[in-house]
């Protein structure tokens, strides 16, 4: 069995620092972000936020280049809020070490780019002085680099169950946004949705579980969500 986790807001609490970014982009442009906006596109990729940025302002999008020069600036932006304080979610290393030790495949699917996913596990493994949340415990880390599609697309997840080699109905997603769990369920899988900083159990009702903490997880109560 897999299991396939979100990173942004589901193992590490990225919320405030990636609106935070987000805020200090939009003042460079000379276009607010508002807390709606912001969390309507959490945990979507760089290149349709920033469109809808400046459309939805009533400015044209910005060309190819221009995008991706803003999109650097806000990780930029972010992965200096992050290592001031690494968020990481209470229950992260006791969960993903459990499954781990019953022989769980573990993935990440991410819509953050590589360097933001790299930047952040390695964070994560410095936490722990015995490495056992290094990123060599994930047996397949995939990004919004690594396909041509985002969430609520399906592709990140598919991408991950075929590096797992495991068929979609023997994995399930850890998530913490609407889109995700859409996403998985496209996907064919089970979604198990993380209710973390700005979000509500109604926005993320369509999930087959709706947890708080990550501690009320374990393997068999991921395990008794998928059916083979």
């Known amino acids: 069995m897999g299991a396939i986790f979100d990173l942004d807001g589901t193992l590490v609490d990225t919320c405030a620092s990636h609106e935070l970014a987000w805020r200090a982009l939009g003042e ?33 999008a910005p060309d190819t ?26 229950g992260t290393f006791q969960l993903l070490d459990a499954l781990h030790a019953n022989s769980w495949r573990l993935a990440i699917g991410s819509s953050a780019p590589q360097v933001n996913v790299d930047f952040m596990l390695g964070l994560m493994s410095k936490l ?9 415990q994930f047996d397949a880390i995939v990004t919004g680099g690594c396909v041509s599609r985002g969430k609520p697309h399906p592709d990140v997840f598919l991408e991950a169950a075929r590096r797992l080699q495991l068929s979609p ?3 399930v ?22 209710c973390s900083a700005g979000h509500t ?22 395990q008794s969500l998928i059916t083979l």
């Not at 087959?208 to 009320?216: G, P, T």
């Open 28 to 60: 460079s442009v000379g276009i607010p972000v508002s807390r709606e906006f912001f969390m309507r596109f959490f945990g979507r990729q760089n290149s349709p936020i920033i469109q809808a940025l400046f459309e939805e302002n009533g400015q044209p």
């Open 65 to 90: 280049a221009t995008s991706e020069m803003l999109a650097i600036r806000k990780e930029d932006s972010f992965r200096a809020l992050v290592a001031e304080n690494f968020p990481i979610m209470p």
């Open 128 to 136: 722990k002085s015995n490495g056992s949340a290094s990123p060599s």
């Open 169 to 171: 109905n023997a994995c």
């Open 173 to 194: 997603v850890i998530e913490d946004a609407a889109p995700g769990i859409e996403a998985a369920h496209r996907a064919g899988m089970k979604c198990v949705a993380l």
């Open 201 to 222: 159990i109604e926005e993320l009702a369509a999930a087959d579980l709706i947890v708080h903490h990550l501690d009320e997880l374990s393997p068999l109560r991921l």
